[in-house]
């Protein structure tokens, strides 16, 4: 006998499960591609933006698909990367508006 309860609480447990893979497969294929100083710069940049984080690890991951990437990124490729996407966000435009 299973309640609605059970089901949509057996849903989030397996929902949090293969988010947890998901975040284990990332963390692996980014042991395999960064070095250890360009790991702890991703993760810092993680805690303060999550989003910028995303961006540099798809961007990492489609370098390494397309067979750009040849050994291990530092810590300083890392900021560089990193550097693209914010300016990348302050040169958006500004539309004025009048009256």
């Known amino acids: 006998m299973t309640f609605e309860g059970q089901s949509d609480e057996n849903t989030q447990l397996d929902q949090m499960r293969r988010l947890r893979n998901q975040e284990a497969n990332i963390r692996s294929a980014l042991n395999a591609v960064l070095d250890p100083k360009a790991l702890e710069?991703?993760?810092?940049?993680r805690m303060?933006?999550?989003?910028?984080y995303s961006q540099i690890v798809s961007y990492l991951f489609s370098l390494v698909n397309s067979g750009k990437i040849k050994g291990k990124v530092n810590e300083e490729q890392v900021k560089q990367?990193?550097?693209?996407?914010?300016?990348?966000k302050k040169e958006g435009s500004i539309t004025r508006l009048s009256k």
Not at 48 to 52: G, I
């Open 48 to 52: 303060s933006n999550e989003r910028l």
């Open 81 to 88: 990367i990193a550097s693209l996407f914010l300016s990348q």
């Open 41 to 45: 710069r991703l993760s810092l940049i």
